[in-house]
């Protein structure tokens, strides 16, 4: 048999099939729109009865970072207080999403629980549900380019949801401004602590070089000893306040940070000129003479003197650091700027009515006709066999 008058014979086969299922399914015109008006009329009683929700929307931008402003270096850190408020996120790349973090926090979700006593609103026994019930409600993003954040709630009441939106960056605020001055406040006390430990050695050094000269009759040193120790008692008082402002530094950042690093290399640099200072064998012209070369004569005041200038000059330079602590607490360490405060909305966000309503009655045309033709291949196919 022909080849082609085989293919021929097929595709008029599958044009006949095709006409006849058209004409079944033209047939069942009723029925299909019935389906399809069946499933409009669901549709639309479904909608009905589903919750209305109104979404609020706000918008913030976060506090730029500042050179060497603690808020900037608290924030540019992902680890210490902020990093445990929020349950140690991972991940996070720029500051704009770790505030996203941090309005999905434990600390924050439960104050807004508490707040707006959603335990209650929600019908939850747990918090913890609360908790995720007001989760799926939120939607906290930042936009890449300009760095705003954009946070909306969804409530079944239309004030209720601005009140809560408005309320979330209430709530960021406090938080990262109590974190941010947590640090301030420890970096102050600690430098308050050392100021205090060396007024007290500077009281003792003067007590006791005052009994020593009382004792001694001793009262004056040539200008070239005293020159000497008090070079090397500033040497040794400047490494001590470096010392001091790494630690502070390293409460809260990490080793790779710049300023850790340049206090490191500063520390460094200043044991190199005091061990140079301190060698009995500098050369060359040295406004700080070489402690070696000091006479032996009044050895004993000469330490005491050298106690003396050491404390007095760590006092004057830990002052100073504590006065710029005290400055650093007291300036507001976080501002957030709110763009956008949210309104009560005026139309609801959900459920979309129309969109079901279209989008059910599609679903309910196509699926009708599907099945239709299915059981109508079926039959044919049925009658095809018993045929043969």
């Known amino acids: 048999m022909d080849p082609g008058k085989e293919n021929q014979g097929v595709r008029r086969e599958e044009e006949v ?3 006849a299922l058209l004409r079944v399914l033209s047939g069942k015109a009723r029925k299909i729109l019935g389906v399809t008006a069946a499933s409009a009329v ?6 009905l009865l589903l919750p209305v929700y109104y979404r609020a929307e706000t918008k913030i931008l976060p506090p730029q970072e500042k050179g060497n402003n603690l808020a900037a270096q608290l924030l540019g850190q992902a680890g210490g207080l902020i990093s445990l408020a ?5 991940g996070v790349k720029s500051q704009g999403e770790l505030f996203v973090e941090m309005t999905k926090s434990r600390t924050i979700l439960d104050h807004m629980v508490d707040r707006f006593e959603l335990m209650k609103r929600y019908d939850e026994k747990y918090r913890q549900d ?5 989760l799926e409600l939120l939607t906290v993003r930042e936009e890449r380019k300009s760095g705003i954040i954009t946070l909306t709630v969804e409530d079944r009441d239309p004030k209720r949801a601005s009140d809560m939106a408005n309320a979330f960056i209430e709530e960021l605020k406090s938080l990262a401004g109590a974190l941010a001055l947590s640090e301030a406040a420890q970096r102050r006390l600690f430098f308050e602590e050392q100021v205090a430990q060396a007024k007290k050695a500077l009281s003792q050094s003067e007590d006791e070089i005052k009994a020593f000269q009382q004792r001694t009759g001793m009262f004056q040193i ?6 000497i120790i008090e070079g090397i008692a500033r040497l040794h008082a400047a490494i001590a306040a470096k010392e001091v402002e790494a630690k502070v530094l390293s409460s809260f950042a990490t080793a790779q940070n710049p300023d850790v690093q340049r206090v490191e290399e500063e520390i460094e640099a200043l044991r190199a000129q005091l ?3 301190e060698s009995s064998k500098g050369a060359g012209f040295d406004p700080i003479m070489p402690s070696g070369r ?16 050491y404390n007095e000059t760590l006092f004057e330079l830990l002052s100073k650091q504590y006065e710029l602590a005290k400055l650093e607490e007291a300036r507001d360490a976080v501002v957030i700027q709110v763009i956008d405060r949210a ?4 139309k609801k966000f959900r459920p979309k009515r129309a969109l079901i309503v279209i989008l059910s009655t599609f679903i309910g045309l196509f699926l009708s006709i599907g099945i239709f033709s299915f059981l109508e291949v079926k039959k044919s196919k049925a009658t095809r066999t018993h045929t043969d």
């Open 17 to 19: 099939d095709a006409m």
């Open 42 to 47: 669901i549709a639309l009683i479904v909608s």
């Open 86 to 90: 929020m349950g140690g996120a991972v």
């Open 130 to 134: 609360a908790r995720k019930r007001l």
């Open 222 to 227: 040539d200008a070239q000893a005293r020159a």
């Open 275 to 277: 061990a140079k200072t």
């Open 294 to 309: 000091v006479p032996a004569l009044g050895t004993e005041y000469l330490r005491k003197l050298r106690q003396l200038k």
């Open 343 to 346: 309104v009560q909305p005026e």
